[in-house]
């Protein structure tokens, strides 16, 4: 990761707009480029002043429409005063610093996929959407790609496949590289090389370079990645639905690294859970996770859950506007072993001994209402598989996925004290004023985490 822009001292340059005249400069401006009677944004017109006019976007604006549009998740679609389309770094970092001397609040968008409200997007505030930063660029020389934030998987993987390279991106082609990498990204080659890695350790700031790595937005805005690329080929990948009888069959042996369909052999396609998922209309998400040992008990208890989990929504809406989900991804030890010989990362995993599965359980509803009313029980299903899991020795693996979970599970806890306390060092030394915990709240915070 490179280019992580830190909100330094503010440059004199930037704060004309306690200028009278200036300020009425930057409504005309905004006028003349929305053309609306001027509404009074303070936000935007610090950011004008900040020489970004062509790149804020206000609420008349068509293009905030359609950006607020292009969220993933429903909730996400919030009102932020106006949106900044930043396309350098140098942009990002002038956003930002105008934003801070104003004590503006911010949020920072990248591809927009998180499924829930608040982490990405801002009422009332400035959304710095990093949209127009998603080159790909490929250095044959070291083999490595260079990644603008908002680049989504499914571009990056073609611009590389013409070179005959590939990432450890995301599996999902719409997703979007910043949220995911500072995620932890969970890929399509993390049993051979680790949880998605950059191709740098950092250098001198090798202490932010890696708690970046499973943080999200705590210690500042990164503009580019720089990836390790590796030869491309085929993947053996996809989602496998099976019939319930199988479940006890699901433990995965070892070694790890063995294809699933070798040792989940009976799969075939059942209809037995979900109901009718409608997809083309917008849903309203709720999504949690966990993580336990590789143990076939657990794995059962889990779908037996799950199970209890479906009729009770099905119960609830009788139409069958609903999705209900659990997936079981195999999380082998070698993951984290890669993980750490990539240079680390503040996820704590390696401190697990064991195969690890992880579960995502989540549900879609048609209505925020009926969202609410599902998210207990949502949370019930991971609350009843971790009290199972904990009855078995080792059978939890403290860890918990950031891109997986619901914004009320302690995930930055999760990685364990001593990873803790690297975040809230790096964050003092890098962001001494607290601009990314007190004017940038979206997503899972350091300051919010209590003790
Ligand atoms: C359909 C679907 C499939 C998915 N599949 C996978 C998967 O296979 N593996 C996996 O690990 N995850 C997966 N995810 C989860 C996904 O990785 C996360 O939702 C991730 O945050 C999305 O990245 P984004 O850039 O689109 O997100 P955004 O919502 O734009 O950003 C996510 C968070 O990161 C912060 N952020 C984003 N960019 C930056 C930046 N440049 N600098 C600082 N902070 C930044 C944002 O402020 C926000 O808090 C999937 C999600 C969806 C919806
Ligand atoms: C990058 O974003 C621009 C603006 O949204 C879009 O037109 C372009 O197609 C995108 N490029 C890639 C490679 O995704
Ligand atoms: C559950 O999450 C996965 C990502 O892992 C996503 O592809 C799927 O659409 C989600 N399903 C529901 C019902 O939200």
């Known amino acids: 990761m490179q280019g992580a822009a830190q909100p330094t001292e503010p440059e004199p340059e930037h704060s004309s707009i306690k200028d009278t005249a200036a300020r009425s400069i930057c409504c005309l401006l905004i006028e003349a480029h929305t053309n609306i009677p001027s509404q009074p944004c303070p936000q935007a017109d610090c950011l004008v002043a900040a020489g970004l006019r062509s790149r804020v976007l206000t609420t008349s604006d068509d293009r905030y429409k359609t950006r607020i549009e292009s969220y993933w998740c429903n909730s996400a ?75 989504k998987w499914k571009h990056v993987y073609e611009e590389l496949e013409q070179y005959g390279r590939a990432v450890a991106g995301g599996r999902e082609a719409e ?32 202490d932010l370079f890696r708690v ?12 580019r990645f720089t990836m390790r690329t590796m030869q491309s080929g085929l993947v053996w990948g996809g989602f496998a639905v099976r019939p319930m009888e199988v479940m006890p069959e699901l433990q995965m042996p070892s070694p790890p690294l063995l294809p699933i369909r070798t040792w989940i052999p009976t799969a075939r396609s059942t209809s037995r859970w979900a109901t009718c998922p409608v997809w083309a209309a917008a849903l309203c998400n709720i999504w949690y996770t966990l993580c336990f040992k590789n143990d076939a008990s657990i794995i059962v208890k889990a779908n037996d859950l799950h199970t209890e989990l479906a009729s009770q929504v099905q119960e609830k809406v009788a139409d069958g506007d609903f999705t209900t989900h659990c997936s079981f991804q195999p999380i082998p030890r070698t993951i984290a072993q890669h993980s750490v010989a990539a240079g680390g990362n503040v996820l704590g995993l390696e401190q697990y001994a064991h195969d690890a599965i992880m579960i995502q359980v989540n549900v879609s509803m048609r209505t925020q209402e009926l969202a609410d009313w599902a998210r207990p029980l949502v949370r019930g299903v991971v609350d009843g598989v971790r009290a199972f899991a904990a009855s078995i ?59």
């Not at 970046?212 to 503009?223: L, Y």
């Not at 996925?401 to 599970?409: C, R, V």
């Not at 003092?428 to 915070?445: I, S």
């Open 175 to 206: 997703v979007g590289a910043g949220g995911f990498l500072l995620g932890g990204g969970n890929n399509f080659f993390a049993g051979l090389h680790g949880l998605a890695f950059t191709a740098h350790a950092g250098g001198e700031h090798a």
């Open 212 to 223: 970046h790595k499973g943080s999200g937005n705590n210690f500042g805005i990164v503009t």
């Open 393 to 451: 020795d080792d059978g939890v693996c403290p860890w918990l996925h950031l891109n997986y979970a619901s914004p009320d599970q302690k995930v930055l806890e999760s990685y364990g004290t001593a990873n803790m306390l690297r975040m809230r060092e790096a964050a003092a030394k890098y962001d001494p004023r607290g601009v990314f915990q007190r004017l940038c709240p979206g997503g899972f915070k350091l300051a919010a985490v209590k003790g």
């Open 77 to 151: 679609k919030l009102n932020p005063a106006c949106i900044v389309q930043p396309t350098s770094a140098s942009e990002v970092s002038a956003a930002v610093k105008a934003l801070v001397e104003h004590e503006q609040v911010f949020a920072v968008r990248s591809g927009g996929h998180t499924n829930w409200a608040r982490s990405n997007n801002i009422d009332g505030g400035v959304t710095i959407d990093l949209g127009l930063m998603n080159s790909t660029t490929y250095d044959a020389a070291t083999e490595t790609a260079d990644i603008g934030p908002a680049a």
